[in-house]
């Protein structure tokens, strides 16, 4: 083989080694992030992605935040969105506390709003934003999730419109099986401790008769208590619901003053990262339901 032609065809190695990408990086998709503002958006946004490939989620309120009605922004919480394809918020005003903070710090971040559409109650004067312990309003904000990562992520678009639609229906089905569970009790009032559970109410055919307006680690005052052992009395010892993870003295005293246990409704804002989580809570708060309100009915 003459000199000339060796050198040629050496050249052409190292040109083709340059363009042919090295066989460790072939078929490694970049991976992206996904951060949703809470828990229950994760949860629905675990769903979207099932089976799609190279995206990462991460959750900006850190284990344990709760609603994130007081939520402040910490650097590090920023730093989770360095470079992320977007926010996924529940809407509704619950991430009032820092989103206008946010949209400064990180004015390009695209925010996919899960509350899109979907009528909200007010609760004086202000936005109610528990839409999601609604399966039903749930429902529309899997499909308003679905709508908005597709969007971003257009190579998985099928998949995650096939996702969120499965998904969806099926929390509209679980929305169905809980109202008819609880046919019995249609009307009855329930009192909660915080105003979390009128979106969940209005979709079990039940009613909040009122929110003993204290946020999970607030102390209630002695009237507020007194006020509450009254209700509890003047309403026929209706079921009054704490949340876990709540420790509060004035709960034994009201269950004390009114012979009423105290139960337990989860607003699912803390749990596992488990895809099912949500269905599961929902499935254990119908079991208290059904408990609370069988007891009111024998007493
Ligand atoms: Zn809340």
Same mark, same amino acid.
């Given at each position: 083989? #003459? #000199?000339?032609?060796?050198?040629?065809?050496?050249?052409? @190695?190292?040109?083709?080694?340059?363009?042919?990408?090295?066989?460790?990086?072939?078929?490694?998709?970049?991976?992206?992030?996904?951060?949703?503002?809470?828990?229950?958006?994760?949860?629905?946004?675990?769903?979207?992605?099932?089976?799609?490939?190279?995206?990462?989620?991460?959750?900006?309120?850190?284990?344990?935040?709760?609603?994130?009605?007081?939520?402040?922004?910490?650097?590090?919480?920023?730093? #989770?969105?360095?470079? %992320?394809?977007?926010?996924?918020?529940?809407?509704?005003?619950?991430?009032?506390?820092?989103?206008?903070?946010? *949209?400064?710090?990180?004015?390009?971040?695209?925010?996919?709003?899960?509350?899109?559409?979907?009528?909200?109650?007010?609760?004086?004067?202000?936005?109610?934003?528990?839409?999601?312990?609604?399966?039903?309003?749930?429902?529309?904000?899997?499909?308003?999730?679905?709508?908005?990562?597709?969007? !971003?992520?257009?190579?998985?678009?099928?998949?995650?419109?096939?996702?969120?639609?499965?998904?969806?229906?099926?929390?509209?089905?679980?929305?169905?099986?809980?109202?008819? %569970?609880?046919?019995?009790?249609?009307?009855?009032?329930?009192? *909660?401790?915080?105003?979390?559970?009128?979106?969940?109410?209005? %979709?079990?055919? !039940?009613?909040?008769?009122?929110?003993? @307006?204290?946020?999970?680690?607030?102390?209630?005052?002695?009237?507020?208590?007194?006020? *509450?052992?009254?209700?509890?009395? #003047?309403?026929?010892?209706?079921? !009054?619901?704490?949340?876990?993870?709540?420790?509060?003295?004035?709960?034994?005293?009201?269950?004390?003053?009114?012979?009423?246990?105290?139960?337990?409704?989860?607003?699912?804002?803390?749990?596992?990262?488990?895809?099912?989580?949500?269905?599961?809570?929902?499935?254990?708060?119908?079991?208290?339901?059904?408990?609370?309100?069988?007891?009111?009915?024998?007493?």
């Amino acid at each position: 083989m #003459k #000199k000339s032609l060796l050198r040629f065809l050496s050249a052409l @190695t190292v040109c083709l080694l340059l363009i042919m990408p090295l066989p460790s990086l072939a078929g490694e998709a970049q991976e992206v992030t996904v951060v949703c503002s809470f828990y229950p958006v994760r949860i629905f946004a675990q769903n979207a992605l099932k089976d799609v490939p190279g995206v990462r989620l991460e959750t900006l309120a850190p284990a344990g935040t709760g609603c994130l009605h007081d939520f402040q922004l910490m650097t590090g919480d920023l730093k #989770k969105l360095d470079g %992320a394809l977007c926010l996924i918020l529940n809407g509704a005003g619950m991430e009032q506390s820092f989103l206008p903070l946010l *949209t400064r710090e990180r004015a390009n971040l695209p925010l996919v709003d899960c509350s899109a559409g979907i009528p909200l109650m007010t609760e004086g004067g202000e936005d109610n934003p528990h839409i999601w312990l609604s399966p039903f309003l749930a429902a529309a904000m899997v499909r308003n999730l679905g709508d908005g990562l597709s969007k !971003l992520l257009p190579e998985h678009r099928e998949t995650i419109l096939n996702n969120t639609e499965a998904y969806a229906a099926s929390l509209e089905a679980l929305g169905e099986e809980m109202r008819a %569970a609880l046919s019995s009790f249609e009307g009855k009032n329930i009192v *909660t401790f915080h105003e979390a559970f009128p979106y969940f109410a209005d %979709a079990m055919g !039940l009613n909040v008769l009122a929110s003993v @307006t204290v946020e999970p680690d607030e102390t209630p005052s002695p009237r507020l208590i007194a006020e *509450t052992v009254s209700l509890i009395q #003047k309403c026929g010892g209706c079921p !009054l619901f704490s949340e876990p993870g709540v420790q509060l003295d004035a709960l034994n005293t009201i269950a004390r003053e009114t012979g009423c246990p105290v139960y337990e409704l989860d607003p699912i804002t803390d749990g596992a990262n488990d895809p099912d989580a949500y269905v599961q809570a929902m499935w254990k708060n119908l079991n208290t339901l059904i408990t609370a309100l069988s007891a009111q009915a024998e007493r």
